[in-house]
């Protein structure tokens, strides 16, 4: 059963933030879930209190079985952390030695050559091909240890395609991440990759869909000996007693909801790119919760919107794109005022007939 889609007043306080003295009024830079906590996650957290004097469980046994049911395979299969960042390092920690290889999309997700970096790897970006698919071929002929793929790849929001995915499950040398934290938002996923006998990891997170970022609670996919390799490196007490009480809400209860707001995501995202594209702003495929468009004037338009009270994230030099901003995609009230905005800073008008606002 779908959720009716939410009121102005719901959400008229998610995105509002004061950053350097000064307040953004709409944040469309982290690709969080501008519509804020689902609901029954909200009573999870506020009927936890009592229970925070107590530890968590080690390893989140409760959460797994949850995660396990929603992914449709088995607890042996989870393993949790403190956000999917957590996932990374430990993943990397337990699948790679230090002076080994990781390669990976450029551009792609920086924090993860960042743990890369913490963990003594050896970043080795590949370009990706011009339909903004993984090279599967120069992936594999790195012979890095570990591949790390992202899909829908962030920044670029474009997708891996399957036949990629299934190149690199078959070819890779070593072990294969496959980066879904925007996968809700494609509805399509690597985890039937995933199973024993198999090297490829999914790696998930409660911070976008399920709307939970500053709770901290990512998840992986794997074999279970993958998986159990992988919970050693990761170490006790992870995910906190509210983290793990809202999580298993957000999974069970909020279901619904959850769904609605995707649904409404990603109708957004289509209105949305065809008013960029009227502001002569192309945005590229994205199966994210977030628009990507490369343009020599991005970074004018980047000021242009932050002078307007909407926050944007810039990026400049990419390789083989150059310059380019992200926008988060969320309700359209929030949505109208970033267009709003974007007329004001290209001088150009994008004709204003989506849904009433
Ligand atoms: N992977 C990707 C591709 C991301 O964009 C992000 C967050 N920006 C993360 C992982 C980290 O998410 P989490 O909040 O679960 O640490």
Redesign the pocket.
């Known amino acids: 059963m779908m959720a009716p889609p939410l009121t102005r007043d719901a959400y008229r306080d998610v995105g509002r933030y004061v950053v350097d003295q000064s307040v953004i009024a709409i944040d469309l830079r ?2 969080t879930n501008l519509w804020g906590v689902p609901p029954a996650a909200g009573r999870a957290i506020a009927a936890s209190a009592a229970a925070v004097s107590r530890y968590p469980r080690i390893y989140a046994s409760a959460l797994k079985d949850a995660l396990a049911a929603y992914a449709g395979v088995t607890p042996d299969m989870i393993v949790t952390g403190c ?4 996932v ?1 390092d430990s993943a990397l920690r337990a699948v790679a030695d230090p002076g080994q290889r990781m390669a990976h999309l450029d551009p792609t ?1 920086p ?2 050559l960042t743990f890369a970096q913490m963990n003594g790897l050896i970043p080795a970006g590949v370009p990706l091909t011009g339909s903004w698919d993984a090279d599967a071929d120069a992936l594999i002929a790195t012979g890095a240890r570990v591949i790390y793929l ?1 899909s829908p790849n ?1 920044p670029t929001g474009t997708m891996v395609s399957r036949e990629s995915l299934e190149r690199l499950a078959m070819h890779a040398p070593g072990v294969v991440i496959v ?1 879904e ?2 996968a809700e938002y494609a509805r399509t996923s690597a985890a039937d990759l995933t199973g024993p006998g198999s090297r490829v990891l999914v ?1 998930r ?3 976008k869909a399920f709307g939970l ?1 500053g709770l ?3 998840y992986a996919i794997g074999a279970p000996d993958l998986i159990a390799g992988i919970e050693k490196s990761r170490g006790p007490y992870k995910v906190s007693v509210v983290a793990e009480h809202a999580a298993i809400a957000a999974l069970t209860t909020d279901a619904p909801w959850v769904r609605a707001r995707i649904a409404e995501t990603i109708a957004n995202r289509g209105q949305l790119a065809g008013r960029l594209a009227a502001l002569g702003l192309r945005a590229l495929p994205s199966g994210a919760n977030f628009l990507f468009v490369p343009t020599p004037q991005a970074a004018p338009i980047e000021r242009c919107l932050w002078e307007c009270g909407v926050g944007v994230r810039l990026y400049t030099g990419l390789r083989g794109i150059g310059d380019a901003i992200r926008m988060t995609v969320g309700p359209w009230y929030l949505m109208a005022s970033l267009i709003q905005a974007l007329e004001r800073a290209t001088g150009r008008s994008a004709a204003m007939d989506g849904p009433a606002v």
Do not use: Q, V
């Open positions: 982290d690709n956000g999917s960042d957590d990374i997700f924090t993860a992202c962030n980066d934290a925007y790696l997170t409660l911070s970022a901290r609670i990512g």
